[in-house]
Protein backbone atom coordinates (compact mmCIF):
# COMPACT_ATOMS: atom_id res chain seq x y z
CA UNK A 1 0.00 0.00 0.00
CA UNK A 2 1.75 3.43 -1.10
CA UNK A 3 1.55 6.11 1.82
CA UNK A 4 0.80 9.04 1.78
CA UNK A 5 3.99 11.77 2.05
CA UNK A 6 2.07 14.59 4.28
CA UNK A 7 0.68 11.87 7.30
CA UNK A 8 0.20 14.30 9.63
CA UNK A 9 -0.50 13.55 13.43
CA UNK A 10 -0.14 10.28 14.22
CA UNK A 11 -1.87 9.19 17.43
CA UNK A 12 -0.09 6.21 19.59
CA UNK A 13 -1.71 4.80 22.38
CA UNK A 14 -0.24 4.31 26.73
CA UNK A 15 -2.92 1.97 28.57
CA UNK A 16 -1.48 4.34 31.36
CA UNK A 17 -1.35 7.48 30.19
CA UNK A 18 -5.07 7.03 29.04
CA UNK A 19 -6.40 6.51 31.99
CA UNK A 20 -4.86 9.55 33.75
CA UNK A 21 -7.80 11.37 33.31
CA UNK A 22 -9.99 8.40 33.22
CA UNK A 23 -10.85 8.41 29.56
CA UNK A 24 -9.47 5.17 28.35
CA UNK A 25 -8.21 4.11 24.98
CA UNK A 26 -11.31 4.51 23.45
CA UNK A 27 -11.74 7.97 25.01
CA UNK A 28 -8.73 9.41 23.70
CA UNK A 29 -8.50 8.05 20.14
CA UNK A 30 -12.45 8.99 19.72
CA UNK A 31 -11.24 12.48 20.83
CA UNK A 32 -7.86 12.60 18.74
CA UNK A 33 -9.95 11.56 15.46
CA UNK A 34 -12.83 13.71 15.86
CA UNK A 35 -10.04 16.97 16.11
CA UNK A 36 -8.53 15.35 13.18
CA UNK A 37 -5.92 12.85 13.91
CA UNK A 38 -5.88 10.24 10.78
CA UNK A 39 -3.14 7.47 11.98
CA UNK A 40 -3.84 5.32 15.56
CA UNK A 41 -1.34 2.96 15.86
CA UNK A 42 -2.95 0.68 19.18
CA UNK A 43 0.27 -0.20 21.73
CA UNK A 44 0.06 -1.80 24.48
CA UNK A 45 3.32 -4.20 25.33
CA UNK A 46 1.98 -5.98 28.63
CA UNK A 47 -1.53 -6.96 27.58
CA UNK A 48 -2.51 -10.41 26.50
CA UNK A 49 -2.79 -11.36 23.19
CA UNK A 50 -6.88 -11.87 23.41
CA UNK A 51 -6.84 -8.44 25.08
CA UNK A 52 -5.16 -6.48 22.83
CA UNK A 53 -6.42 -8.66 20.02
CA UNK A 54 -10.23 -6.84 21.24
CA UNK A 55 -8.84 -3.75 21.83
CA UNK A 56 -7.89 -3.42 18.74
CA UNK A 57 -11.04 -4.38 16.83
CA UNK A 58 -12.92 -2.15 19.05
CA UNK A 59 -10.66 0.80 18.15
CA UNK A 60 -11.04 0.20 14.38
CA UNK A 61 -14.89 -0.03 15.29
CA UNK A 62 -14.86 3.00 16.85
CA UNK A 63 -13.09 5.02 14.47
CA UNK A 64 -14.60 3.30 11.05
CA UNK A 65 -13.30 4.97 7.91
CA UNK A 66 -12.23 8.28 9.80
CA UNK A 67 -8.74 7.26 10.51
CA UNK A 68 -6.35 4.21 9.70
CA UNK A 69 -5.45 2.00 12.73
CA UNK A 70 -2.41 -0.27 13.24
CA UNK A 71 -1.47 -2.27 16.05
CA UNK A 72 2.52 -2.22 17.15
CA UNK A 73 4.38 -5.38 17.19
CA UNK A 74 1.72 -7.92 16.58
CA UNK A 75 1.40 -9.23 13.11
CA UNK A 76 -0.81 -12.00 14.51
CA UNK A 77 -3.49 -9.32 15.95
CA UNK A 78 -3.58 -7.51 13.00
CA UNK A 79 -4.19 -10.57 10.37
CA UNK A 80 -7.22 -11.80 13.12
CA UNK A 81 -8.58 -8.51 13.25
CA UNK A 82 -8.14 -8.39 9.51
CA UNK A 83 -10.13 -11.62 8.64
CA UNK A 84 -12.60 -10.89 11.34
CA UNK A 85 -13.50 -7.81 9.38
CA UNK A 86 -12.40 -5.33 11.22
CA UNK A 87 -10.97 -2.18 9.71
CA UNK A 88 -7.39 -3.06 11.25
CA UNK A 89 -4.71 -1.28 8.33
CA UNK A 90 -2.37 -3.90 9.42
CA UNK A 91 0.64 -3.76 12.13
CA UNK A 92 4.07 -1.71 12.97
CA UNK A 93 6.77 -3.43 13.66
CA UNK A 94 10.02 -2.95 16.05
CA UNK A 95 13.77 -3.92 14.42
CA UNK A 96 13.55 -6.92 16.94
CA UNK A 97 9.80 -7.83 15.84
CA UNK A 98 8.75 -10.44 12.60
CA UNK A 99 10.55 -9.65 10.23
CA UNK A 100 8.55 -6.77 7.98
CA UNK A 101 9.04 -9.24 4.82
CA UNK A 102 7.43 -11.88 6.69
CA UNK A 103 4.42 -9.31 7.94
CA UNK A 104 3.65 -8.17 4.43
CA UNK A 105 3.55 -12.02 3.00
CA UNK A 106 1.29 -13.18 5.68
CA UNK A 107 -0.58 -9.50 5.35
CA UNK A 108 -0.72 -9.36 1.59
CA UNK A 109 -0.26 -6.28 -0.42
CA UNK A 110 -2.85 -4.05 0.46
CA UNK A 111 -2.45 -3.77 4.00
CA UNK A 112 -0.09 -1.29 5.79
CA UNK A 113 3.47 -2.19 7.07
CA UNK A 114 5.28 0.08 9.56
CA UNK A 115 9.21 -0.05 10.56
CA UNK A 116 10.94 1.79 13.21
CA UNK A 117 14.32 2.70 12.06
CA UNK A 118 17.27 5.13 13.32
CA UNK A 119 20.40 4.18 12.21
CA UNK A 120 21.87 3.96 8.16
CA UNK A 121 22.07 0.37 8.78
CA UNK A 122 18.18 -0.28 9.03
CA UNK A 123 18.33 1.82 6.17
CA UNK A 124 20.48 -0.61 3.85
CA UNK A 125 18.74 -3.36 5.12
CA UNK A 126 15.66 -1.91 3.99
CA UNK A 127 17.44 -1.06 0.86
CA UNK A 128 17.22 -4.87 0.08
CA UNK A 129 13.72 -5.64 0.19
CA UNK A 130 11.46 -4.87 -2.37
CA UNK A 131 9.61 -2.07 -3.17
CA UNK A 132 6.49 -1.72 -1.57
CA UNK A 133 7.73 -4.17 1.67
CA UNK A 134 7.57 -0.99 4.09
CA UNK A 135 4.87 1.31 4.00
CA UNK A 136 6.21 4.23 6.40
CA UNK A 137 9.23 4.77 8.81
CA UNK A 138 8.97 5.58 12.43
CA UNK A 139 11.92 7.84 13.01
CA UNK A 140 13.07 8.55 17.07
CA UNK A 141 13.42 8.88 19.27
CA UNK A 142 13.87 12.70 18.79
CA UNK A 143 13.70 13.25 22.49
CA UNK A 144 14.39 10.95 25.82
CA UNK A 145 10.85 9.58 26.69
CA UNK A 146 9.43 8.12 29.31
CA UNK A 147 6.75 6.39 27.17
CA UNK A 148 9.88 3.98 26.02
CA UNK A 149 12.29 3.20 28.22
CA UNK A 150 14.71 1.52 26.48
CA UNK A 151 14.77 3.56 23.46
CA UNK A 152 18.06 4.12 21.65
CA UNK A 153 19.87 7.38 22.01
CA UNK A 154 18.12 10.47 20.99
CA UNK A 155 17.96 11.38 17.33
CA UNK A 156 17.12 15.55 17.52
CA UNK A 157 15.43 17.35 14.57
CA UNK A 158 19.09 17.02 13.26
CA UNK A 159 19.16 13.20 13.12
CA UNK A 160 15.45 13.27 12.14
CA UNK A 161 16.41 15.34 9.09
CA UNK A 162 19.18 12.85 8.77
CA UNK A 163 17.63 9.96 8.17
CA UNK A 164 14.23 11.22 6.41
CA UNK A 165 16.75 12.37 3.41
CA UNK A 166 18.68 9.24 3.22
CA UNK A 167 15.32 7.29 3.58
CA UNK A 168 14.07 9.44 0.35
CA UNK A 169 15.64 7.44 -2.56
CA UNK A 170 13.63 4.26 -1.14
CA UNK A 171 10.44 6.00 -1.61
CA UNK A 172 8.93 5.56 2.09
CA UNK A 173 7.84 8.57 3.99
CA UNK A 174 9.45 8.74 7.70
CA UNK A 175 7.20 9.55 10.61
CA UNK A 176 9.21 11.37 13.69
CA UNK A 177 8.42 9.67 17.27
CA UNK A 178 9.39 10.46 20.65
CA UNK A 179 8.80 12.86 23.17
CA UNK A 180 7.39 15.12 20.10
CA UNK A 181 6.65 18.53 21.70
CA UNK A 182 4.10 21.47 19.80
CA UNK A 183 7.47 23.24 19.15
CA UNK A 184 8.93 20.45 17.35
CA UNK A 185 6.15 20.06 14.90
CA UNK A 186 7.48 22.63 12.59
CA UNK A 187 10.82 21.84 12.77
CA UNK A 188 10.58 18.26 12.25
CA UNK A 189 8.19 19.42 9.56
CA UNK A 190 10.92 21.36 8.14
CA UNK A 191 13.41 18.19 8.21
CA UNK A 192 11.24 16.12 6.30
CA UNK A 193 8.82 14.42 8.57
CA UNK A 194 5.58 13.18 6.73
CA UNK A 195 4.00 13.47 9.89
CA UNK A 196 5.03 13.43 13.90
CA UNK A 197 3.83 10.14 15.92
CA UNK A 198 2.42 11.63 19.54
CA UNK A 199 2.20 9.89 22.86
CA UNK A 200 2.12 11.45 26.06
CA UNK A 201 1.18 14.95 24.24
CA UNK A 202 -2.21 13.65 23.69
CA UNK A 203 -2.91 10.29 26.06
CA UNK A 204 -1.83 12.02 28.95
CA UNK A 205 -3.83 15.45 28.46
CA UNK A 206 -6.73 16.13 30.70
CA UNK A 207 -8.35 17.33 27.47
CA UNK A 208 -6.92 14.80 24.34
CA UNK A 209 -9.41 16.98 21.88
CA UNK A 210 -7.60 19.85 22.63
CA UNK A 211 -4.86 18.49 22.62
CA UNK A 212 -4.88 16.84 19.50
CA UNK A 213 -6.38 19.52 17.52
CA UNK A 214 -3.29 21.63 18.43
CA UNK A 215 -1.42 19.23 16.98
CA UNK A 216 -3.30 19.09 13.99
CA UNK A 217 -3.22 23.32 13.85
CA UNK A 218 0.73 23.24 14.52
CA UNK A 219 1.60 20.83 11.04
CA UNK A 220 -1.12 22.40 9.16
CA UNK A 221 0.56 25.66 9.95
CA UNK A 222 4.19 24.51 9.68
Not at 137 to 157: C, E, F, I, Y
Request: contains cysteine.
Amino acid sequence: MSAPTDLGVYLVTDPVLVDRHGRGVLGVVRAAVDAGVRLVQVRDKQAPVRDLLALTAAVADAVGDRATVVVDDRTDVALAARRAGHRVAGVHLGQSDLPVAAARALLGPDAHVGLTANTPEHLDALAELPRGTVDLLGVGVVHPTSTKPDHPPALGVDGVARITRAARPLGVPCVAIGGVTLDDVAPLRAAGAAGVAVVSGICAAADPHAAAAAYVRAWSGA
